[in-house]
């Protein structure tokens, strides 16, 4: 597509559900990133994913954490056993390799809301 | 390890004056360097990036930005601000040859208002 969809928008759900969170990223781009944004904060790594290799998990916060990418297309962040801490925007980026000096072009976002 | 910071929370101009959102940041090797802005309720949007050669990148929105290598700073700047202008900043940058460390690392943002 032409940019980063994420889905969905936005996503209120109860305390100790699970959610899953979409990001399709612009076809032909090999690196996926998704970061964190808590209100008034700055953007926080979560994982990225290059190509075939393993991802980088280094930013995950907990085993409740977890994502899926399949081949060079759609990923999907999961969260399990969501706590009220969870509630932020969920920001996925994609970027043409993972090396050199692309940057990213990110989505939209999805901004989860844990009551 | 990589790091930045935006030692500005929040940086106030009248419109048509210069602005200036600092950053610096720090790594071990020779850096990638990027400048983000996200306006509010949307994603974050690309403005310019330092890769190699001249130190002064121009970018989106009239915006540019110096990459001084002896103070670790790649300063965002513009010679006359609008109104429009006003939104959340990021500085964010990456290890040249990182090998696995292919992550852009973010600054925490600087609010930028621009006063009419």
């Known amino acids: 597509g032409a940019g980063v969809s994420q889905s969905p928008s936005n996503k209120v759900t109860e305390k100790g559900k699970d959610v899953e969170l979409r990001c399709d990223p612009i076809?032909?781009?090999?690196?996926l990133y998704w970061y964190r944004q808590r209100l008034g904060q700055g953007l926080e790594f979560l994982i990225y994913f290059q190509g075939n290799s393993a991802p980088d998990k280094s930013g995950l916060p907990s085993d409740r954490f977890s994502a899926e990418r399949t081949g060079e297309s759609v990923s999907t962040l999961t969260i399990q056993r969501t706590q009220q801490e969870d509630s932020a925007v969920y920001l996925c980026a994609s970027s043409l390799t993972g090396g050199e000096g692309y940057g990213y072009t990110f989505g939209s976002g999805t901004r989860l809301t844990v009551v | 390890a990589q790091s930045v910071a935006q030692p500005e929370d929040q940086v106030n101009v009248a419109e048509g004056n210069p602005l200036t959102v600092k950053c610096t940041y720090s790594v071990s090797g020779n850096p990638y360097l990027f400048w983000y802005v996200q306006y509010p309720n949307r994603g974050l949007q690309f403005l310019l990036k330092?890769?190699?050669?001249?130190?002064l990148v121009k970018g989106s929105y009239g915006f540019e930005a110096e990459f001084n290598k002896s103070q670790t700073s790649f300063h965002l700047k513009k010679p006359s601000a609008l109104v429009s202008d006003s939104a959340l900043y990021f500085c964010?940058?990456?290890?040249?040859?990182?090998?696995?460390?292919?992550?852009?690392?973010f600054g925490t943002g600087t609010l930028l208002a621009v006063q009419p």
């Open positions: 076809s032909g781009h090999t690196a």
């Open positions: 964010a940058v990456r290890e040249k040859y990182g090998g696995a460390t292919n992550k852009l690392i």
């Open positions: 330092y890769i190699t050669g001249d130190n």
